[in-house]
């Protein structure tokens, strides 16, 4: 059974700095893209981050373009995401997740397309 936990999350200051990591166990971790989402109260969730299994191929909302980062350590079955310059509107609870299809190489944002999902942590940023 695929597990994803994910880590990381707090309480930061506008402008300031975090980086999740997403520990997968259970399943081929190297052979599948995965992707990070997230959910403001009252909202629904939404697309941040993809990278494929390799970490060659990165895809990213545009909205977030140079601020988020997404990669991969393979060896250590984690996905990271990092996130400079935080704003009020970045708070939410941060999902990551796994594609369904192994080895795909095109990324997206649709989450059809991911079928093993995190327990989420929270991020809340403060003006």
């Known amino acids: 059974q695929v597990q994803l936990v994910e880590s990381g999350g707090g309480l930061v200051q506008a402008g300031g700095s975090l980086r999740l990591s997403c520990a997968a166990s259970?399943?081929?971790?190297?052979?599948?893209?995965m992707g990070w989402f997230r959910q403001a109260p009252g909202k629904e969730r939404e697309f941040v981050a993809a990278?494929?299994?390799?970490?060659?191929?990165?895809y990213y909302a545009d909205s977030l373009k140079g601020r988020f980062t997404i990669s991969r350590d393979n060896a250590k079955n984690t996905v990271y995401l990092q996130m400079n310059n935080l704003k009020p509107e970045d708070t939410a609870v941060y999902y990551c997740?796994?594609?369904?299809?192994?080895?795909?190489?095109?990324?997206?944002?649709?989450?059809?397309?991911?079928?093993?999902w995190g327990q989420g942590t929270q991020v809340t940023v403060s003006s």
């Open positions: 997740a796994r594609r369904a299809v192994r080895g795909a190489v095109v990324l997206g944002p649709a989450e059809y397309e991911y079928n093993y």
């Open positions: 259970g399943g081929s971790f190297s052979s599948y893209a």
């Open positions: 990278i494929s299994w390799s970490g060659g191929n990165t």
